[in-house]
């Protein structure tokens, strides 16, 4: 067995599980304008971009001591300005996705509570139950949330595949083709540029992959292809399982509910007529986010602990905890369906730490350090198309915000 293969299985499952959670799940529901074929064409463009701004990070990090953080790379070379802003960037993505899970994962657990209770259960309530338990476990240490990351994506896998191969079974061509309708146009494409760059977000990874394998390019290289063509595919096989079951029309109807998960299962359901088939998407859609909810909180948790300097003790945890939490659960309290509209602006804010500086890394470390070690693909274009395409993200989500681009109702 090749040497290396422990090490490259084990960055791979590292990047693909970072990447893939619950932003997956809005990925049909901003795709109903454009529908199947433009959607294939944005998640293959929004996967190279990405996966060459984690090589340009890679390249840079490389000239670092392993350990050292993003924010020292960015910190010795871009200076503080960036070093701050790049800090705020990251904070407001995970409070962002934090009160985005909040939504999630109180409308799925309302949208599977129901059979069990023969009605649904306010949504404040289920929202609430679920923010707590799972806050409960960060509050608790980190061991708990490690421990209980691996069961939960064990149970999401198993799911995924068990839902979405009996989804695929039941695709209509008509349905995926929309033969009845326009077929999807490519000016929706624009409004979802940033959830699909949220999709594919595992930069923070990089230095952990350096920390732990070493300076080894060629190794690390290959664990973050193949964590991102693992996190490209199952992109795929949920969008043609979505969009080859749900009929096109119909997710006018999920849009106008509030475009939240509970509502995109219960349109699967209705279109599936197969019970266990929807309580498996149930199931995958609520380990999806409480695992994304985990990973998330567990990092804010960490971040404003040690922006704070609150201690390690039961007090200072219990302080890191209601500063972590109680903003985003607060706002998942009063505005419960926002959950496709954050996940759109995390991957605006997403589009500083992950394009807009790996780019202007790259620049000041290649004039720093010349030509010497390993150099990311791309040559000389690599820094002005990463610099293009941030602009781009932000800019399209901008006209997005300010309804100058078109959502698809």
């Not at 901008?398 to 109702?409: E, I, S």
């Amino acid at each position: 067995m090749n040497s290396r293969f422990p090490a490259v299985l084990g960055g791979t499952m590292l990047v693909a599980g970072t990447a893939i959670g619950a932003g997956m799940l809005a990925l049909p529901m901003i795709s109903a304008g454009m529908w199947f074929f433009w959607s294939v064409a944005l998640l293959l463009v929004s996967w190279f971009c990405m996966l060459r701004s984690s090589q340009a990070l890679l390249e840079i990090n490389l000239h670092f001591e392993p350990g050292n953080s993003f924010h020292t790379l960015v910190r010795e070379l871009l200076g503080p300005f960036w070093s701050a802003l790049n800090g705020l960037a990251v904070a407001f993505v995970l409070y962002t996705l934090v009160y985005a899970y909040v939504s999630g994962g109180g409308s799925v657990l309302r949208q599977g509570l129901a059979p069990v209770l023969g009605s649904e259960p306010p949504r404040l309530l289920a929202s609430l139950i679920f923010a707590l338990l799972l806050a409960a476990c960060v509050w608790w240490s980190s061991r708990v949330v490690d421990r209980l990351s691996v069961l939960l994506m064990g149970g999401m896998a198993l799911s995924f595949l068990l839902s979405v191969s009996e989804m695929i079974t039941r695709i209509r061509p008509a349905t995926l083709l929309d033969l009845h309708g326009s077929g999807g146009q490519m000016i929706f494409v624009w409004g979802a540029v940033s959830t699909y760059l949220t999709s594919f977000c595992f930069h923070s990874s990089v230095p952990s992959l350096v920390k732990y394998l070493g300076k080894e390019p060629r190794t690390i290289n290959a664990c973050l292809r193949y964590g991102t063509l693992i996190a490209l595919s199952c992109y795929l096989l949920w969008i043609l399982a979505a969009d080859g079951t749900i009929p096109r029309e119909q997710f006018k109807a999920v849009i106008a509910a509030g475009g939240n998960v509970g509502d995109l299962v219960a349109a699967a359901g209705n279109n599936l007529g197969s019970g266990l088939t929807l309580r498996l998407l149930e199931a995958f859609s609520l380990l999806a986010v409480a695992t994304s909810f985990l990973g998330a909180g567990l990092g804010l948790f960490d971040y404003m602990a040690d922006l704070c300097n609150f201690d390690d003790s039961r007090l200072g945890r219990t302080k890191t905890l209601l500063i972590t939490f109680a903003p985003p659960m607060f706002c998942g309290l009063i505005w419960p369906d926002g959950f496709l509209p954050a996940i759109g602006w995390a991957g605006l804010a997403a589009s500083v730490w992950s394009v807009f500086v790996p780019a202007l890394l790259l620049r000041a470390g290649r004039r720093r350090f010349g030509r010497r070690g390993y150099r990311a693909p791309g040559g000389r274009t690599l820094t002005p198309m990463l610099l293009l395409y941030g602009v781009l993200v932000a800019l399209c989500h901008t006209l997005f915000v300010l309804n100058l681009l078109p959502m698809y109702r």
